[in-house]
């Protein structure tokens, strides 16, 4: 395994093609109005006590090569001009952890980067000796985001990634000389197939999952829980993330994106859900901004975050479906009742529907369950850390069109599109 700080030289990069202009946010905030936007201002009452740096930082970052890590890398960079960042990056066939940091990295920004060639899933996160004694005693903080996000895994496959992945960073921290803070980035839908109001302080309380995502992230989250008497550690909990919320910028069109996809190209107009089922949503550029705050704040040490839009922000699918009716000029969708329709419906139009939308019927399976969701979750930690400081998640439906207007413009991800 190698680690080294990336290259100086001015090297091609998908940077400029991931990012419209400034990604970094809007410059202010409304938090409980009928229109909310990002706010980052350079200081707040806090700053001089918990979320100053002291002296040096080396973060290390996990997970830095996927959609909410390349945002949050940039966010770090910005936000901690004194620090530096350890990225743990998998190398892949082709393409060493070295290369993909190239990508994500401003070339401004490489000296004060190091990238380390690992892979949460192996033991010791896939360091050689050398490597893990120098960042045991380096580094400062842990922002633990890698996962694997797909609803398709085995459970042992799921577990081997999610939760011993999670017990190797883990394992680290807890010999880490320095350590200040320990941030875990989970999913709000540890709370499975619950309903009604989830609050950010339960995790087990007997739900069922719909997933082996689901089931792995709640039990990894289960292990951080575990050590937080022992780690200064903060556990953050985004629900379903899109992209930008001011330019609608997004590298990962799955989740919301495949059903409107499909429904804005005519394909699939039945829902196999209910109208009222509520979709909780927020933007990339407000999670980044949330993690790298509460990795810095003491205040937050011990708590679990809700980073979600929660019962002010977010909507049911029947609004979101409606706004897409208008944008995409298309027809009203039909809502079906699920049960029947798995039951009764889709096994005859499987064996009647052939090319495009028999797979839809086939890969529409994963999403199914998130049509159906009466559950909203509680932000009350989140309003009390983030609120003062102006960093809020705007209503879904505020900024839904521009996620459209991307969608359109990039051809759904298909087109690169400059700023």
Not at 25 to 46: E, F, L, N, T, W
Request: one cysteine or more.
């Amino acid at each position: 395994m190698s680690v080294s700080p990336i290259a100086r030289q001015e090297e091609p990069s998908t940077f400029p093609t991931l990012f419209l202009g400034d990604i970094m946010g809007c410059d202010s905030a409304y938090c409980h109005g009928p229109k909310v936007s990002i706010h980052r201002p350079s200081s707040d009452s806090r700053t001089e006590v918990g979320l100053c740096m002291k002296n040096e930082e080396l973060i290390l970052v996990t997970g830095a090569t996927g959609f909410l890590g390349v945002r949050l890398v940039r966010e770090l960079l910005e936000r901690q001009p004194q620090a530096t960042l350890a990225l743990l990056i998998r190398d892949k066939p082709g393409q060493s952890g070295q290369q993909r940091a190239d990508l994500i990295v401003p070339p401004a920004e490489r000296s004060r980067v190091q990238v380390y060639s690992g892979d949460v899933g192996q033991p010791n996160c896939g360091l050689d000796t050398a490597a893990y004694q120098r960042l045991s005693a380096e580094t400062t903080r842990v922002i633990h985001s890698a996962a694997t996000v797909r609803f398709d895994h085995t459970l042992d496959e799921a577990r081997r990634i999610n939760v011993e992945g999670t017990r190797g960073v883990l394992d680290f921290a807890a010999g880490a000389r320095q350590l200040r803070s320990l941030a875990y980035v989970g999913t709000a839908y540890v709370a499975g197939e619950r309903t009604g109001l989830v609050q950010e302080s339960e995790l087990a309380v007997g739900q069922t999952y719909r997933n082996t995502y689901e089931q792995s992230k709640a039990e990894a989250e289960a292990l951080v829980r575990s050590r937080l008497g022992s780690l200064p550690g903060v556990i953050l909990r985004p629900s379903i993330i899109v992209g930008d919320s001011r330019t609608g910028v997004t590298s990962s069109f799955k989740m919301m994106y495949w059903p409107l996809k499909i429904y804005s190209r005519n394909l699939w107009r039945t829902v196999p859900g209910y109208p009222d089922a509520v979709l909780d949503i927020v933007p990339v550029d407000f999670v980044a901004a949330a993690v790298a705050r509460l990795a810095f704040d003491e205040a937050a040490l011990g708590s679990t975050v809700h980073l979600c839009a929660g019962p002010r922000g977010s909507a049911t699918i029947q609004q979101i479906a409606q706004r897409a009716m208008e944008y995409f000029h298309v027809r009203e969708p039909r809502y079906v009742d699920p049960k029947f329709f798995f039951a009764a419906v889709r096994p005859l139009l499987f064996l009647l529907l052939w090319g495009p939308k028999r797979r839809v019927l086939r890969d529409g399976r994963a999403y199914r369950d998130y049509f159906t969701m009466r559950m909203q979750f509680d932000t009350t930690n989140a309003e009390r850390l983030l609120g003062p400081v102006g960093v809020c998640p705007p209503p879904v439906l505020d900024y839904l069109d521009r996620l459209f207007n991307y969608c359109v413009a990039s051809e759904w991800g298909r087109k690169p599109v400059s700023a």
